[in-house]
Structures are given as structure tokens and as C-alpha cells.
């Protein structure tokens, strides 16, 4: 059954998805309604069509600029710097953070041939050169790995000629977390990072 190898094998390409979740889904649409499975594809179809990046921070929107970058209510000075678009929403779920953010699709990945030129740094550079200095900080919120390091490192310094506050948010110990059981980079970063009290 060639069909059903090839859709077991399109489901595995997202990210997250393993072969069994694949054949788990696939089960599921071979015994859905036929009205459901064509949902489903119309509903891919026009996100595909309609979806785009924000003309201003690289979220995915469906306008010329996305909800949070059109809210006269944000913080126009604050930018959050994060790698992916689910960051924004991880990010901005804790109501934490009243500014804007910047998406940047991806870190720098040398080794993968990832340079400053495949991610959205030209534009955040613009971004805050253009406000002419109504921005006044810029909240790197890479992932706290190899990559991101390199990434918020990379953009401290594009951004130094500029008079905005570069900082970057904390990694370390998560609430209720027993020490014993966080590897020592984590508690490493949570050492280093510590504030006064």
C-alpha cells in the first residue's frame, strides 16, 4: 500500500512527529469521514495561501502587520528577540512582556551553515537604527543552547553602536525543581546569573 506509506512518511516530516504518531494519525484520517479529511486539507490550503510574515517582526500573520505589532497598547520601545514564531507565543502567554518582539527563523549554526545572512539580523539591526532611538531595549530570548548562545552573542554585539540596553533572559533553575536532578550547565547558567535579593 504504497498511499499509505507515502502519507505515514509526509505526517513524520513536522518536527515532533515520530513514525508511530504518523501511523497513529494516518489511521485516523483512513477512518474519518471523508467531509473531515477534506477540512482538514482545505483548512492547510488556505493557511498556506493567506499565512505570511509580519512586515515588521517576522511573526506569521495574515495582515500587513501581525496583532501584537498593530496593538497601539504595546510598549514600541521594548523589543524580545526569540528564534521561532512559537516562541512569541510561549513568550507572550505569561503576559510578562508588554513589548514587541522580533522573529528571527532560526540561530546561527555555523556547522549547519547557518550564517547572520539566513537568519532576520539585517532587519533587526534596521529596526532599531530606523527608530532613531525609540527603541531603548532589545530582550534576547534565544534558546538556551550551543546555537542561541551563539546567536544572542552575535546580536550583543551588532547592536552595540546603537544606545538601546541589550539584555538577555535568564536561564537556570525552574520553579520547583530539586537541584540534584539539573545538569550542571543549567545550574552553571543559574549561578551565573544570579541577582541580588
Known amino acids: 500500500m ?6 505515514i512518511a509526509a505526517l513524520t516530516r513536522p518536527p515532533g512527529v515520530g513514525p508511530k504518531q504518523a501511523e497513529r494519525l ?13 477540512n482538514l486539507v482545505e483548512a492547510l490550503r488556505e493557511a498556506k495561501a493567506a499565512v505570511r510574515s509580519c512586515a515588521r ?8 502587520l501581525c ?3 498593530s496593538d497601539p497598547g504595546r510598549d514600541q520601545t521594548a523589543i524580545c528577540v526569540v528564534e521561532e514564531p512559537q ?3 510561549a513568550l ?7 513589548g514587541t518582539y522580533h522573529v528571527l527563523h532560526g540561530s546561527l549554526s555555523p ?3 547557518i550564517g547572520p545572512d539566513r537568519i532576520r539580523v539585517k532587519e533587526l539591526v534596521e529596526r532599531v537604527r530606523s527608530s532613531n532611538g525609540g527603541v531603548k531595549e532589545v530582550v534576547i530570548a534565544t534558546d538556551p543552547d550551543t546555537e542561541g548562545e551563539a546567536t544572542a552573542l552575535y546580536l550583543a554585539q551588532q547592536l552595540k553602536p546603537f544606545a538601546v540596553k541589550v539584555t538577555q533572559i535568564a536561564h537556570g533553575v525552574p520553579l520547583g525543581g530539586d537541584l540534584d536532578y539539573i545538569d550542571e550547565r543549567t545550574l552553571s547558567h543559574a549561578l551565573s546569573g544570579r541577582r541580588e535579593v
Open 26 to 38: 494516518t489511521i485516523h484520517l483512513l477512518r474519518a469521514p471523508r467531509t473531515e479529511v477534506e
Open 57 to 64: 517582526c517576522g511573526d506569521f500573520t495574515d495582515k500587513e
Open 92 to 98: 507572550d502567554r505569561t503576559r510578562a512582556f508588554g
Open 87 to 89: 516562541d512569541v507565543v
Open 67 to 69: 496583532r501584537i505589532c
Open 2 to 7: 504504497k498511499s499509505v506509506e507515502r502519507l
Open 111 to 113: 556547522l549547519d551553515g
